[in-house]
């Protein structure tokens, strides 16, 4: 298997025109001409970030030609490299497999499109980019370099984190750590290098209809909420974001913790579900009381929830947590207690990392005061590693309670690959490491 060059992350299609070609003959060979164009943008912010913007325009040259739609096309996608990137531009090959990425994300839309047309699915011809992505390496403002350029570049010592090249370093970050700025834009690229991994191994072997039990519903909703913060955490690339990376972190850290701990209690899931209820309970009951003391008409849809469910969860909640008036986990513990029952890692995050994190969730200076400017990506850093960690471990819950290892033997190799890709300094080490991981 070829090593993963960059991480495709999301794509836009600005702009789609499919249309029958009334001339056309079915029963003679396709041929039409395909002109392409594309562009490379680099993210300001994340030097290992960039976009890349293709438009396509397949048509009848002459009359002899035989083609089934004329199509055109303008797909805009967003990726994330794997292979060091230098100031001075993104190294041809990893734009060439960008491209190839991108058509391919546009022959499928196409095929769709066209599955119902009147000359059946179109799919779009193979293409290669070689030629031109090559010949735009020439242009200097087209931020393509040539491969032979990267490596000359990094081997001179260009692109290494506190290097002599000080105007390489972005303005707003000149006077800060420059290796603790390139740490984070790795670690960065980690979130989203295990979330490719998700995308391609995990979600899709979930199905949503699936004829689930309690126990897994709880493993998979827990898994969705943190889906949801990881989709959120990847898109703060500033260090100006610092609090809410660190407050994401501290979430994804209090999920992956609970996931844990669903397949350590023999309960759990019973547990987890009453506990919702008894949350629902509570909050009914404080409008139900907000209302009455400050004399507004009072909801029916609490006053009803109120009374067809009390007693039943009254009931779950003794049975529960007989010694809590008011338990603020389904577990009965604080995430301190949590952890430590957990053991390694979650005790060791615990004790290194929790508190710091929850000053960024809470009102206050601790944590932000009189600190320099060159702290704040420092502190994106430390957040960054928790999220990393709580989401491996999120993952490793999600395939063992769900014995997806059933379906694919390699997938927590294929786990591992995805987190220490991103730390590989080319090609090279990157095919030695999947080596090492997956023996092909």
């Known amino acids: 298997m070829t090593p993963t060059l960059l991480n495709f992350i999301d794509y836009q299609l600005s702009r789609l025109h499919v249309e029958p070609e009334p001339s056309f003959s079915p029963g003679d060979p396709q041929r039409a001409q395909i002109q392409t164009a594309f562009t490379v943008g680099r993210d300001p912010e994340q030097k290992q970030r960039f976009e890349v913007t293709l438009s396509a325009n397949i048509y009848k040259g002459s009359a002899d030609e035989n083609a089934a739609y004329l199509v055109e096309f303008t797909i805009a996608g967003q990726f994330w490299s794997n292979v060091l990137l230098t100031p001075r531009g993104v190294p041809a090959l990893i734009v060439i497999n960008a491209l190839s990425l991108l058509y391919g994300a546009a022959r499928g839309i196409v095929g769709q499109v066209t599955a119902g047309g009147v000359h059946d699915r179109f799919v779009l011809p193979s293409l290669g980019f070689d030629g031109l992505v090559r010949r735009g390496a020439d242009d200097p403002e087209s931020n393509i370099i040539t491969d032979q350029e990267h490596n000359n570049f990094v081997s001179d010592g260009l692109a290494a984190p506190g290097s002599q090249h000080d105007d390489l370093i972005p303005e707003k970050h000149r006077g800060t750590d420059s290796s603790a700025i390139e740490l984070v834009s790795r670690l960065h690229g980690v979130l989203l290098s295990i979330q490719s991994f998700d995308n391609m191994e995990v979600r899709p072997r979930i199905r949503d209809d699936a004829n689930h039990t309690l126990a ?225």
């Not at 008409?297 to 007989?322: G, L, Y």
């Open 216 to 440: 897994e519903e709880c493993v998979i909703g827990t898994y969705l909420r943190t889906l949801a913060n990881i989709r959120t955490i990847v898109l703060l690339k500033d260090a100006g974001n610092f609090q809410a990376i660190a407050m994401i972190a501290r979430a994804l850290f209090e999920l992956a913790v609970d996931l844990r701990l669903q397949r350590q209690i023999p309960d759990a899931a019973d547990r987890v579900m009453a506990f919702a209820q008894v949350e629902k309970l509570r909050a009914a009951r404080k409008e139900v009381e907000i209302a009455a003391s400050s004399e507004t008409e009072i909801s029916e849809v609490h006053e009803k929830f109120i009374n067809d469910n009390s007693a039943k969860i009254e009931a779950q909640r003794q049975a529960f947590w007989p010694n809590q008036k008011r338990p603020t986990h389904w577990s009965g513990m604080s995430v301190r207690s949590q952890a430590h029952l957990l053991g390694s890692p979650f005790d060791e995050m615990y004790r290194s990392h929790y508190q710091e994190l929850s000053w960024y969730a809470h009102a206050g200076l601790t944590g932000v005061a009189n600190l320099e400017a060159s702290a704040f990506p420092l502190i994106c850093g430390k957040s960054y590693e928790v999220a990393i960690e709580s989401y491996r471990e999120t993952l490793r819950s999600v395939i063992e309670q769900l014995n997806l290892s059933a379906v694919d033997g390699d997938i927590e190799k294929k786990l591992e690959l995805a987190r220490l890709l991103p730390f590989t300094s080319g090609p090279e080490q990157a095919a030695q490491l999947h080596f090492e991981l997956l023996g092909k």
